[in-house]
């Protein structure tokens, strides 16, 4: 039986495609999978060049040195003689330069007795808290309203899920210390507090926005330094 031309035409056309089309599919995959750690073992942040969505630019890696990736400034604590008894030592891309690009940074927190670290959210990272000294009550609300809290030994650690609102109370009548780590070199702050009565947002607007009264906002304001 005579083949049929159009049939061994198509067989062919399709090999053709193939042939033509794999390779590139297969470069197309091999550019999508990639990821930024794979190309560049590391980018120090080059703290001079301007700060963008992606972190800070390479430093040159013929200047990067051990030194980039070394932070010795969490063995200190922090000043605790403040309006909230607390302190906050950050070891985020702006200080530990080698962490830039790496989506890893930590930091340090001190609490006096009495110590707090208000009710705040890191829009850019998850958190994950180790207690070493002392006893810590720590807890987050998430979008449904719903209230995770708890009080935390030495030892613990609790994770707060990256953008939700979190707060850490020292439980305990000695100084407390912990260590929390983020899934970003550069996690963002806002403290939901200061947010509301540390600018110059006027009074009124926050008092429609916030259902509280006019007594309360000039109070809040005049403590954590907010006009209007
Ligand atoms: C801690 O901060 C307070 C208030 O700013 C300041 O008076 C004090 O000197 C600081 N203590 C140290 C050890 O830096």
Not at 11 to 36: A, D, R
């Amino acid at each position: 039986m005579a083949p049929n031309p159009l049939h061994t035409n198509t067989n062919h056309e399709k090999e053709h495609w193939m042939k033509m089309f794999l390779p590139i599919l297969f470069l197309c995959s091999v550019f999508f999978s990639s990821s930024y750690a794979a190309v560049q073992d590391f980018c120090v942040a080059d703290l001079s060049a301007p700060f963008g969505p992606a972190g800070y630019s390479c430093k040159k890696p013929a200047t990067v040195t051990v030194n980039d990736f070394v932070f010795s400034g969490l063995g200190a604590s922090g000043n605790t003689s403040n309006l909230i008894k607390a302190a906050v030592t950050p070891a985020f891309d702006a200080q530990f330069p080698g962490v830039n690009g790496l989506g890893v940074s930590l930091a340090r927190i001190d609490l006096a007795k009495g110590g707090v670290i208000p009710m705040h959210t890191h829009p850019g990272a998850s958190e994950v808290l180790i207690v070493i000294e002392g006893s810590i009550c720590a807890g987050f609300i998430d979008s449904a309203n719903k209230v995770y809290f708890r009080s935390l030994a030495k030892g613990d650690i609790m994770v707060f899920p990256q953008g939700l609102l979190h707060f850490q109370v020292n439980a305990g009548k000695s100084p407390a210390l912990a260590f929390a780590s983020f899934s970003s070199a550069n996690p963002g702050l806002q403290i939901l507090d200061f947010a509301l009565f540390a600018n110059n947002l006027p009074s009124e607007l926050i008092e429609k926005t916030t259902f509280l009264d006019d007594a309360q906002v000039k109070k809040l304001k005049k403590v954590l330094g907010g006009t209007g």
